[in-house]
């Protein structure tokens, strides 16, 4: 089925009016503005499964990790189904597993973990921090044909440090601020994960010519319980690379609230082919 609405919370709502206790599966079609080269962005995919999750599991039983495979393509504008399977449903977290398949082919895969929270003696805060001023307005990064993801127009970015990619930096870390461009009804932990994706792999900044990367695995982490989001908060994230050779880098980034609480940790394995 073809979207004409491109906002997000419209994407979010075609899955969730197919999916329960009995159907676990939705089909849809995501248009070419949330594409990033020839596929879909990687937020709005993981998004979207996680979305369909979301919609068989207890609401006392809130997301702990997810972990995404991005392993071909999805074409934008060309129908695709969501599959999920509940792999373990325990009394104090449930298993799901969550696949888009396309044309026939895996494309997307999901693991995730969901639980209750629990009375426990263990009781350790995050000392993680973050010095960013909130920011007064958006920076936008170069529109360059076939090379600007066409799902930017979606997002806006305030990069405090680091270069936009095939700069020819010095620096191989990014930190800066994210929101929805068009805030939604309400924002949840799919918007959020929709919102983690959008910063460039942190080494492309790094080369002085274009050159085609893609993530492989990416994987998500969840600080709960965490304070309600407001529709059009700013996300602070600073992501760095951890090491990058032979055509691979692994990155790791901290995402935190308009408050300054750690909600997110996010690792993400990226090839480029240079």
């Known amino acids: 089925m073809a979207m004409l609405n491109m906002h997000i919370d419209t994407l979010f709502e075609t899955v969730k009016n197919q999916i329960n206790q009995e159907q676990t599966s939705a089909t849809l079609s995501v248009p070419d503005t949330w594409a990033q080269g020839r596929t879909l962005y990687g937020g709005i995919s993981t998004s979207l499964i996680y979305t369909a999750m979301r919609q068989l599991v207890a609401t006392d039983k809130q997301p702990r990790a997810l972990n995404t495979s991005f392993i071909g393509p999805i074409e934008p504008d060309k129908p695709f189904t969501i599959n999920i399977s509940l792999l373990r449903e325990g ?65 806006q970015l305030a990069k405090k440090l680091g270069d936009w990619p095939f700069t020819g930096s010095k620096i191989s870390d990014i930190h800066g601020w994210m929101r929805l461009k068009e805030a939604p009804k309400e924002l949840t932990v799919a918007h959020l994960i929709a919102l983690i994706d959008v910063w460039p792999p942190t080494v492309l900044q790094t080369l002085r010519w274009p050159a085609p990367a893609s993530t492989m695995s990416w994987n998500l982490e969840f600080i709960l319980p965490h304070a309600e989001f407001k529709p059009d908060n700013w996300f602070a994230y600073q992501a760095e690379t951890r090491h990058a050779a032979h055509g691979y880098a692994n990155t790791e980034a901290n995402v935190w609230d308009s408050h300054g609480a750690l909600v997110a940790i996010s690792r993400q394995t990226v090839t480029v082919f240079d």
């Open 91 to 155: 009394k104090n977290t449930s298993q799901l597993q969550g696949q888009i398949i396309q044309h026939d082919r895996v494309c997307v895969v999901v693991l995730a973990s969901f639980g209750i929270e629990r009375k426990s003696k263990v009781l350790i805060e995050s000392q993680t921090k973050h010095l960013m001023e909130a920011p007064k307005k958006a920076s936008f990064m170069p529109m360059i044909p076939k090379v600007t993801p066409r799902f930017m127009r979606h997002i």
